[in-house]
């Protein structure tokens, strides 16, 4: 097979700058086509400029990568004295901590720019095109053809690097003349600042984007302070902001922090190699998992309280009880973080998997009614530990429900408008909760293939045959069906897809060692590598 000489690129924030990079860096290709209808090259939606300060990077500044190969991309760049927009400067750099998403945006925005003049030297075509691609084909002699607005184009080969998926909102907003406020969403949204500094803010979630909206609601900016004791505890000084805070959710788990103190994980059971021996030939049970996943905490010396996980909060009669338990949990989280004397060993221990995670599902281990179960059941309950919080968060969240500003609710089972009431009522295991500002995080994306939300791209290549639901054993699943080898989507030759839509057949996480581990393998079986 020839290599690709022409690549197009469509949709330029983290991944497919990692995309350009590495082609540019590693591989013979001779042009470059890259469509961003923002015409921002660089940081995508989560990293942008003028996105909230006190938004933070979710992994550790030492972690950061743009390829697989060194994940101290960023903390090296930071510590170069990049050069900066005018008026910005960098705040105080920790190898584990974890600063504002807007400086990764500024080195995603630094890498791009960087490898355009790159490019220019090895005498490889770039061609950038502000517009939206709203349809694709293949040709009858192995091309890809393009099409925009106000044009088409003809590559070998295209990665679909277009990040998010639209948007679901699940709940109505308020009619109007009514007092109460909802927010569906938290991400590029100015007005969450006007919120009344008074005000009882109730948040759908308890996601990293829930904690972000915390975070953002306490800044410095309002007025009120964290300062920490003479025994090095984290407090609240509220200064103005008498702000309330209610966190609700469906399970009630908060996210587990990494430990302050790297130490080494060893993996001789949660692994494909372990796992693919002892599978029968229907297929691995969950339970098979787990009970690797126990060996492997007990090789690393974790003290792992199994009922914990299974169900936090086991025994809680009222919502008073679940609160009170949340902080217990958090409480003990944090002294594991921060001493060192112990660990968080399940969240190491699925930092240390990492790809591994989406190969373990390549590889079909667990039955499809297993992965349904899976799915349903426990995928979020999982990512308690897979996606995992920065120590500071944590911190700044035990103090507010320390001084009473922040509670936490679980068994969110449905919320709606009541008109009477002029508030949103959420109706939970221990009863309904009012509020009348409602911000949901719960990050509600569409990934079905068939939803009419789809943008037309999607929907044209749908109907091409080009891209399809991912199938479960028989049934149709969010995300797109592709070769987990490759990332090919299996309706095409030539195209491969790097997005969320890859949250179907994988398992969902959306971090920067993923999405360039995963620009690597397209790559590499682009060129045969």
Not at 121 to 134: A, C, D, F, Y
Not at 203 to 208: D, F, Q
Request: include cysteine.
């Amino acid at each position: 097979m020839n290599s690709p000489k022409h690549i197009a690129l469509i949709g330029c924030g983290f991944t497919g700058t990692s995309a350009f990079y590495q082609l540019v860096n590693k591989y013979p290709v001779e042009e470059i086509t890259i469509f961003e209808a923002s015409g921002i090259y660089g940081p995508g939606l989560p990293y942008k400029s003028d996105e909230c300060a006190d938004y933070l990077l979710n992994n550790t500044n030492d972690t950061l990568c743009l390829t697989p190969d060194n994940r101290r991309a960023f903390i090296n760049w930071l510590r170069s004295n990049p050069s900066l927009p005018d008026g910005v400067s960098l705040p105080e750099i920790e190898d584990r901590g974890n600063i504002s998403r807007r400086y990764y945006g500024y080195f995603l925005e630094d890498v791009f720019r960087s490898t355009l003049t790159n490019a220019a030297i090895k005498n490889i075509k770039v061609n950038l095109i502000s517009s939206e691609v709203t349809d694709i084909s293949e040709t009858a002699d192995d091309k890809v053809s393009i099409h925009w607005q106000d044009g088409n184009i003809l590559v070998d080969k295209v990665i679909m690097t277009t990040g998010h998926c639209p948007g679901r909102d699940n709940y109505e907003s308020p009619p109007a003349g009514s007092s109460a406020l909802y927010f569906p969403d938290h991400l590029n949204e100015p007005s969450l600042d006007k919120i009344p500094m008074e005000g009882v803010i109730t948040i759908l979630g308890a996601s990293l984007s829930a904690f972000d909206v915390v975070g953002r609601f306490y800044s410095e900016k309002t007025g009120c302070r964290f300062e920490r004791n003479a025994d090095g505890i984290l407090e609240f000084v509220p200064g103005p902001n008498k702000r309330h805070i209610v966190l609700c959710s469906r399970s009630g788990r908060l996210k587990k922090m990494k430990s302050r103190k790297t130490k080494t994980v060893t993996r001789k059971h949660f692994n494909v190699d372990y796992l693919s021996s002892i599978k029968p030939q229907s297929g691995l049970k969950l339970e098979d998992i787990v009970t690797a996943i126990k060996k492997d905490c007990d090789l690393n010396g974790g003290d792992t309280p199994w009922s914990e996980i299974l169900d936090p909060y086991e025994g809680c009669m009222c919502a008073e009880d679940v609160d009170k338990r949340a902080a217990e949990i958090l409480t003990k989280d944090l002294e594991t973080a921060i001493s060192g004397s112990a660990r968080n060993i399940l969240v190491d221990i699925f930092g240390d998997a990492g790809l591994e995670l989406w190969d373990i599902f390549s590889a079909r281990l667990v039955s499809a009614d297993e992965e349904k179960r899976f799915r349903k059941s426990y995928e979020t309950a999982t990512l308690t530990y897979e996606a995992s919080c920065p120590i500071l968060t944590a911190e700044r969240l035990l103090a507010l429900h320390r001084a009473g500003r922040l509670k936490v609710i679980k068994g969110v089972k449905s919320v709606h408008y009541d008109k009477a009431d002029d508030a949103y009522h959420i109706v939970h295991d221990f009863g309904i909760e009012s509020a009348k500002i409602l911000v949901n995080t719960t990050g509600s994306v569409d990934r079905n293939i068939k939803s009419d939300t789809q943008p037309t791209l999607i929907k044209n290549m749908a109907g091409h045959g080009l891209i399809s639901p991912y199938i479960c054993g028989g049934t149709e699943m969010p995300g797109a069906d592709v070769d987990m080898g490759n990332f090919r989507l299996t309706g095409s030759k030539n195209i491969h897809l790097a997005s969320m839509l890859l949250w179907g057949p994988g398992f969902y996480t959306s971090g920067a060692i993923i999405m360039a581990t995963i620009i690597d393998r397209i790559l590499k079986s682009l060129f045969n590598e």
